[in-house]
């Protein structure tokens, strides 16, 4: 049985940092594609990040945020930097079963974390 477990998420003050870090059991996925989402209160769940052998942003985040791999640990990392309000939300983090390359769509995600909360004060 595969599972995804998020630690890392708390409260920060706008501008400050926060590491996410998603451990997948179960199975590798050290070369497939995983990503991370995020759902705020009364929003639809939105693409944050991805990584396979590229790395995808989405442009709220981009040069803001990076994601990346530590192989050793078998873990995905999600580095939040210069966090802002509108960051608050449930981050998830999501793993695809096939190694077809990074998407943005959630419904190509075959595996997802419980979420971690990430909130952000102004």
């Known amino acids: 049985q595969v599972q995804l477990v998020e630690s890392g998420g708390g409260l920060v003050q706008a501008g400050g940092s926060l590491r996410l870090s998603c451990a997948p059991s179960g199975r590798t996925f050290s070369t497939y594609p995983m990503g991370w989402f995020r759902q705020a209160p009364g929003k639809e769940r939105e693409f944050v990040a991805a990584?396979?052998?590229?790395?995808d942003y989405a442009d709220s985040v981009k040069g803001r945020f990076t994601i990346s791999r530590d192989n050793a640990k078998r873990t995905v990392i999600l580095q939040m930097n210069s966090l802002k309000p509108e960051d608050t939300a449930i981050y998830y983090c999501?793993?695809?079963?096939?190694?077809?390359?990074?998407?943005?769509?959630?419904?190509?995600?075959?595996?997802w974390g419980q979420g971690t909360q990430v909130t952000v004060s102004s």
């Open positions: 999501a793993a695809r079963g096939r190694n077809y390359g990074n998407s943005r769509r959630a419904v190509e995600y075959d595996y």
């Open positions: 990584i396979s052998w590229t790395t």
